[in-house]
């Protein structure tokens, strides 16, 4: 579901270690993007990434993730493992 703000959606990084957080910034500048949900297992890593990059949304799991209506698209970065 596209958010309030005209031409803007709200994205969701599922995978913010390494390489997924990297995404943060830039979809956190990106004109067309309203916020930025991030996902992951770990929940040390998951406060502390969104901390540093003020992040309000954070999922432990996928299946939320998907089941939000206000999340409009999603990055997944998980590891290879």
């Known amino acids: 579901m596209m958010s309030n703000h005209k031409n ?5 990084i599922v995978g913010v270690g390494g390489f997924g957080q990297g ?3 830039i979809y956190q500048h990106h004109p067309q993007v309203h916020t930025v949900s991030i996902c992951d297992r770990d929940e040390s890593r998951l406060q502390e990434i969104g901390d540093r ?3 309000e949304k954070r999922f432990r799991d996928m299946e939320a ?3 939000d209506p206000d999340i409009y698209a999603v990055q997944i970065m998980t590891d290879h493992r």
């Open 53 to 55: 990059y003020r992040i």
């Open 65 to 67: 993730v998907l089941a």
């Open 23 to 25: 995404f943060l910034p």
């Open 8 to 12: 803007q959606i709200n994205i969701a």
